[in-house]
């Protein structure tokens, strides 16, 4: 499977072309929906969530609720479009002059992807550059996602996400709490999170960065069950499936590290505290006793839930703006500042539970028959039972 995406964060919508889903796999806007508007919710968000209104059409692909196997055309229209119709129009300026129509920027965003977008085409106006490297832009990535999902969740596969770390503010996560219940509990958070003692620490951390006019970061963690083994693989380096899932979390905008199971812990312990110790079952075949691998071995599945992180930078965008310069005048400058939320680390969560449904299901597909989504359920279900009779 492959998608692309387009839009620019104040264009009139943003667009996806999703190809390679199985054909006749039950799909409904409702599905996307769902993870449009977990991915606007979360505290520290910033007032352009005010505005929109997440929701995609369905314009290709999908007929009576099923999918077609022809390409799948998803789209969400940009509410804040109506007020940026001119300074963001395709139409040429009829008057080049008007610089309120621009309204240019020459002030690098320090962090931001501002200056080195500007030096690699060519553009002195850097609203070309921060249009498309807004995080907006994860609004089809999550439509996207919310479509693998729907692939993952009919062939007996749940992704959850929640919140680890805002700050420096630690969850005390609980290993005991059920797959459903750290849904439930992520769900009503306002931060994702599942400990509520953390949860009211990290909206406290949120209000001061905020009062401070700064941001802040964190980690996220997605939970995959019901994988079956095998998927990966450790014949080809670009077939891995933790490399894949890696890939996908950094991708994010401000992602800028992963890690699986223990992680950057498995450095500071010995072999025998890090892999997980094999046993077989009657019932369920082969499993870990431990799952300290989060669910990799060897670049595939081991059948166990696999466990990701992923952490986020403070949104470089702030209303206390770092020293830069002036690409016009070359003379320092606070930086511009445009609207931005002081921290999205709970809509990031969502984002990650998506992008590595998109990983989990293109793997499925490339693995296993996938013209049609019954052939394909059954398959899934043929590899279980010969993982569990092996
Ligand atoms: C948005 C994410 C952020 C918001 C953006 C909407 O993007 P960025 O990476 O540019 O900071 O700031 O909203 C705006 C650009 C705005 O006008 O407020 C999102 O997740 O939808």
Redesign the pocket.
């Known amino acids: 499977m492959r998608y692309l995406t387009a839009g620019e964060?104040?264009g009139p919508q943003l667009t996806t072309i999703l190809e390679g889903l199985p054909a006749g796999m039950p799909l409904e806007d409702t599905d996307i929906n769902i993870e449009l508007e977990k991915?606007?919710k979360g505290y520290g968000?910033?007032?352009?969530?005010q505005?929109?209104k997440?929701t995609v059409k369905i314009l290709s692909g999908v007929r009576h609720g099923k999918t077609l196997g022809s390409p799948v055309a998803l789209v969400v229209e940009n509410n804040?479009w109506k007020h940026w119709t001119n300074i963001m129009g395709a139409e040429p300026l009829l008057n080049e002059t008007d610089e309120e129509m621009k309204r240019k920027i020459t002030r690098p965003r320090p962090g931001?992807a501002d200056l080195n977008g500007a030096i690699k085409y060519g553009h002195r106006d850097m609203r070309n550059v921060?249009e498309r490297?807004?995080?907006?832009e994860?609004?089809v990535r999550v439509a996207a996602g919310a479509v693998a999902k729907k692939l993952l969740k009919l062939v007996g596969i749940e992704v959850v996400s929640h919140v680890v770390d805002i700050g420096g503010v630690l969850a005390n996560v609980d290993n005991s709490i059920s797959f459903e219940s750290m849904r439930e509990r992520a769900e009503n958070s306002p931060v994702r999170c599942i400990d509520q003692v953390a949860e009211a620490k990290m909206m406290e951390a949120i209000d001061i960065a905020k009062k401070n006019g700064d941001s802040i970061g964190g980690i996220v963690e997605v939970i995959v069950t019901g994988m079956p083994v095998g998927v990966g693989s450790y014949v080809h380096y670009d077939r891995k499936l933790d490399a894949k899932i890696a890939g996908a979390i950094v991708s994010i905008?401000?992602f800028k590290g992963v890690e699986f199971g223990i992680g950057f812990d498995a450095a500071r312990k010995p072999g025998s505290e890090v892999h997980d110790e094999i046993g077989w079952d009657q019932e369920i075949g082969y499993y870990r006793k431990t799952n300290r691998l989060g669910g990799f071995e060897g670049g595939m599945t081991t059948g166990m839930p696999i466990i990701v992180r992923g952490v986020m930078k403070p949104?470089?965008?702030l209303y206390k703006p770092l020293m830069s310069v002036d690409i016009e005048t070359k003379e320092p400058f606070s930086a511009s500042i445009?609207?931005?939320?002081s921290c999205?680390v709970p809509?990031a969560a969502v984002v990650a539970e998506n992008v590595v449904a998109w990983e989990l299901a293109n793997a499925l597909t490339e693995q296993f028959y996938s013209d049609r989504f019954e052939i394909f359920s059954e398959e899934i279900e043929r590899q279980r039972k010969l993982a569990r009779e092996f």
């Open positions: 964060s104040h991915r606007q968000r910033g007032r352009r969530m505005i929109e997440d804040d931001h921060l490297s807004s995080a907006r994860t609004t905008n401000a949104i470089p965008t445009e609207r931005s939320d999205a809509a």
